[in-house]
């Protein structure tokens, strides 16, 4: 996910948050069609827009000259704004996971789950996230969550890696079974990375 998903998180949550604090959705003006005493939108409403605003910007501007930390306050600040806003949640999980903080990309992503279990998005992420701090088991977990809900192949795959690896070999080989049975394993590749290093493809049957 890069900068310009964030981006349209922001944009998305945007009009979420103005109906939080109690807006109805007008159609935009130009600021000459109507005086302002005359206005009849909801003033909690303004300074809502203006605030996400100010944080959007100040959150694009960091973004576009390197400086994370800046960008991770202001996602701070929205979600103390809105915290019931679970992209904007999502968000900070993934800018920690992206910025390779991966136990804090887990605990953000607990936190998602406990308000959405289903959460698919966060299932994955979460389960990435203790895959690279090498907590397998914790990852499988995870990985059994989404594939119930999403039945993905590659999912199956990492399902089966990981009970390899946790010596869970009838389940391993279960899973793979169940996989190389399925019409689209032929075309389905997996990535290794070699002693060197180097991530390769493979055709996932080899």
Known sequence: MKKSLFTLLIVLFTVAAIAQKGSKPTPSKPAEAAPAKESTQNPRAVAAEVLVNHLFR????AQRWGDYDV???ALYDLISEFPGNDSLIYALAYFY?????????AVVCNDLLKMNSKNLAALELSAF?????NIKDKALQNYESLFLQT???STLYKMASLQYDLKRYGESLTNSDILLSKSQSDSLKVVFTDTKNNQKEHPLKA
């Open 58 to 61: 100040k959150y694009d501007l």
């Open 71 to 73: 960008a991770k306050d």
């Open 129 to 133: 996230s203790y895959e690279n701090l």
């Open 151 to 153: 039945n993905n192949n």
């Open 97 to 105: 996971f992206e910025n390779q903080k991966y136990a804090s990309s």
